[in-house]
Structures are given as C-alpha cells and as structure tokens.
C-alpha cells in the first residue's frame, strides 16, 4: 500500500466537512437522530470518565484516542447533516472515487498478484499464498474491494451492464485475497438486497419463499462439498485470542467500564491482552460492557427505526457491519474507512426518512 495516497482515502469525507463549515450550514437531523448520536457520546465519551479508565496506564494517550472519537462522531454528524435527497448520489460517488483511486493503483501496481495458486484455498487447501495487492493485510484489500462492490452497488447514474461486468471482475479479485469474512458479507448482501428487490415485485410470502426457499437451498447445494474443516482452518487464532482476553477482562475485574480505552493497536501492551479480530470483544475490553448494552441498545433502536420506514437499505447494512464485525474491528473505529461510511449511509438513510421519506 503506498502511504503517500493514503490521504485519498478521506478526502471526499473531509471535503464534505470543509464545505459544511464554509456554507455555514446548520447541523440537521431529526429528534431520533439526535437520540442516536447522543447515545453515541455516551458511549464512548461519558462511560469512560464515569468508569475513571480515562486515567489507566496511559491517561494521555487514552485522552487522544477519546478526543479521536469525539471527531469522529461529529464528523459523521456533520456529513449526515449535509447529505440530502438532491445530493445523496453525488455523496455516494465521492466516497466511491476516494475509494476507488487508491485500490485502483494497488491492483494495477501490484497485477502479479491476480494469479491462481492464490484460488488454492477455495479447494480446501491453506491459505499460504494470498493476495494482498499492495495493503498490508489480505483481509485489509478485502475490505477495500468489498467498500468498492457496495458503493458501485449504490451508483446508479451510470450503465448498470458496466457496474455489473467490473463488480463480477472485483469479486474475482476478491477470491484471490482469501478474505472469508468479506466474501460472506458480500453473498449475505447479494441475498438481502434479491430478497428486498422481489420483496417490491410480488407479496412478501411469494418473495421470501423464493429467496430463502429457492436461492439458499441452492446456495446451500453448492457449498455442500466444500471442506469447511479446511474452509475455517488456520483461523489466525482469533478463537484462543477472544478466550485469552476475556479470561483478562474477567481475572482484573474491569468487565463493567473495561480496561482503558487504549488504541486497538497498543492492546497487546496491557496486562496479558493480545490483538483480537472482534469488534464486540475489543469494545468490551476497551470501554466495558456498560458501553457495550449502550451501542447494542442503539443498534436496537436503529433496526426499529428502519423496520418502521421500511428502509431496506439501512437494515441490511446494519445486518452486514454487524457480521463484519465478528472477524473484524470495523463496527464503530475511528479511522477504519469502512465504518466511516457505512455509518454514514446508515444514519443519512434514517435521517431522510423524517424529511422526505429517504432516498429509493
């Protein structure tokens, strides 16, 4: 990955902020929304001083960290505050095209890595040759490639033959990272939104028996002579790492408000902890579980919201960050691209609904 376009990443995100304070524009969202972002605070801002985790081992850092969640948030609140009904597609395509500069030189820099030993694990062999186009993790380019399948999905002002034919070429690519998490996420996406399309054509029953009567019997037939021992083998140790952290977590008893809410990245420095890919189990460790009923009550509250507006949209992204987030650290992490803009497609999604009945 080349660090000097890392910047690329977040322009879109950044230049819509920028706007926002030039246009002078007022923050706007609904009274929900306001209970959303609010509960947000809460959570990540509040429990910690509460809890008094702010002040262990590294109070300044952890200070930091804080204050990255504080920006965070209010950066997210700024952008769902700018997008409306007329500009919603051209928001999408700017998020898209910071996406798509970077993983666009990574593929094309790195094409030797489009190469099919790196298929050897789709046949129940190990994962001892992926590829990693360039980023510094297999499963960090799965990532990038499923953003960009999901933003091409949601662009619909260009040839939709075209969008299909490259979504169908980086899928491919996405084979060859050997991302699980990624290519699961992708199909459960596919399944939804089939099931959300026919769920418009014909009535609900006729719609769910094709799609889960129908297509997952099938999906079900294919997958039916994969090794799945070998399918989840070698599987990084994330199972002895939640076990370790937990038995930590409980062993200190800091379960309530957690350890400190130190970066994902210093974990391993602290008493034994080690990195673990689980969104729910470094939250936990790092704000306790308090913050974590407070962020599943907001889940809780948003999936209402949408079910009540009948917002497909938003309930199958909400249903995909939270299976994304059991193999990786993406829920709601300052920083991590994919949670910047799939929260703001959620809560922009839900804030819509109030003012003009959300963007179809």
Same mark, same amino acid.
């Given at each position: 990955?080349?660090?000097?376009?890392? @910047?690329?990443?977040?322009?879109?995100?950044?230049?819509?902020?920028?706007? @926002?304070?030039?246009?002078?524009?007022?923050?706007?969202?609904?009274?929900?929304?306001?209970?959303?972002?609010?509960?947000?605070? %809460? +959570?990540?801002?509040?429990?910690?001083?509460?809890?008094?985790?702010?002040? &262990?081992?590294?109070?300044?850092?952890?200070?930091?960290?804080?204050?990255?969640?504080?920006?965070?948030?209010?950066?997210?609140?700024?952008?769902?505050?700018?997008?409306?009904?007329?500009?919603?597609?051209?928001?999408?395509?700017?998020?898209?095209?910071?996406?798509?500069?970077?993983?666009?030189? *990574?593929?094309?820099? *790195?094409?030797?890595?489009?190469?099919?030993?790196?298929?050897?694990?789709?046949?129940?062999?190990?994962?001892?040759?992926?590829?990693?186009?360039?980023?510094?993790?297999?499963?960090?380019?799965?990532?990038?490639?499923?953003?960009?399948?999901?933003?091409?999905?949601?662009?619909?002002?260009?040839?939709?033959?075209?969008?299909?034919?490259? =979504?169908?070429?980086?899928?491919?690519?996405?084979?060859?990272?050997?991302?699980? +998490?990624?290519?699961?996420?992708?199909?459960?996406?596919?399944?939804?939104?089939?099931?959300?399309?026919?769920?418009?054509?014909?009535?609900?029953?006729?719609?769910?028996?094709? +799609?889960?009567?129908? %297509?997952?019997?099938?999906?079900?037939?294919?997958?039916?002579?994969?090794?799945?021992?070998?399918?989840?083998?070698?599987?990084?140790?994330?199972?002895?790492?939640?076990?370790?952290?937990?038995? %930590?977590?409980?062993?200190?008893?800091?379960?309530?408000?957690?350890?400190?809410?130190?970066?994902?990245?210093?974990?391993?420095?602290?008493?034994?902890?080690?990195?673990?890919?689980?969104?729910?189990?470094?939250?936990?460790?790092?704000?306790?579980?308090?913050?974590?009923?407070?962020?599943?009550? =907001?889940?809780?509250?948003?999936?209402?919201?949408?079910?009540?507006?009948?917002?497909?949209?938003?309930?199958?992204?909400?249903?995909?960050?939270?299976?994304?987030? @059991?193999?990786?650290?993406?829920?709601?992490?300052?920083?991590?691209?994919?949670?910047?803009?799939?929260?703001?497609?959620?809560?922009?999604?839900?804030?819509?609904? +109030?003012?003009?009945?959300?963007? &179809?």
């Amino acid at each position: 990955m080349y660090p000097q376009f890392n @910047f690329l990443l977040y322009v879109p995100y950044l230049t819509i902020n920028l706007l @926002f304070i030039l246009l002078k524009r007022k923050l706007n969202v609904n009274p929900f929304m306001q209970v959303v972002f609010i509960l947000l605070f %809460v +959570t990540y801002i509040i429990t910690p001083i509460l809890g008094l985790t702010i002040f &262990k081992y590294d109070p300044l850092n952890n200070l930091f960290y804080i204050s990255l969640y504080v920006i965070f948030i209010f950066s997210i609140l700024v952008v769902v505050s700018f997008i409306n009904k007329q500009n919603y597609q051209s928001v999408i395509l700017a998020l898209l095209l910071g996406n798509s500069v970077l993983l666009i030189i *990574n593929i094309i820099v *790195n094409i030797s890595d489009i190469n099919l030993v790196n298929l050897k694990w789709v046949f129940g062999e190990d994962r001892e040759s992926r590829a990693y186009f360039g980023f510094s993790h297999p499963n960090t380019a799965g990532m990038y490639i499923f953003i960009e399948i999901l933003l091409l999905s949601l662009w619909r002002k260009y040839n939709n033959k075209i969008i299909f034919l490259f =979504n169908v070429f980086l899928f491919f690519i996405l084979v060859l990272t050997g991302s699980r +998490t990624a290519i699961l996420a992708l199909v459960l996406f596919i399944l939804l939104e089939l099931y959300a399309k026919l769920k418009i054509k014909w009535n609900l029953y006729l719609s769910a028996a094709f +799609t889960w009567g129908i %297509v997952l019997p099938l999906l079900i037939l294919l997958l039916k002579d994969i090794d799945f021992g070998s399918f989840f083998k070698n599987i990084s140790g994330r199972d002895v790492a939640a076990v370790q952290n937990i038995q %930590v977590l409980l062993s200190t008893n800091n379960a309530i408000f957690g350890i400190a809410p130190v970066n994902v990245s210093n974990l391993k420095s602290i008493n034994g902890l080690t990195y673990s890919d689980n969104w729910y189990i470094t939250h936990t460790i790092q704000f306790g579980i308090v913050s974590l009923l407070l962020f599943m009550f =907001n889940l809780f509250i948003l999936f209402l919201e949408s079910i009540r507006h009948r917002n497909k949209l938003s309930i199958n992204l909400l249903l995909l960050i939270i299976f994304y987030s @059991f193999a990786e650290n993406v829920m709601f992490v300052p920083g991590v691209l994919m949670s910047c803009i799939v929260w703001i497609l959620i809560l922009s999604q839900i804030n819509l609904n +109030t003012y003009n009945g959300g963007v &179809k």
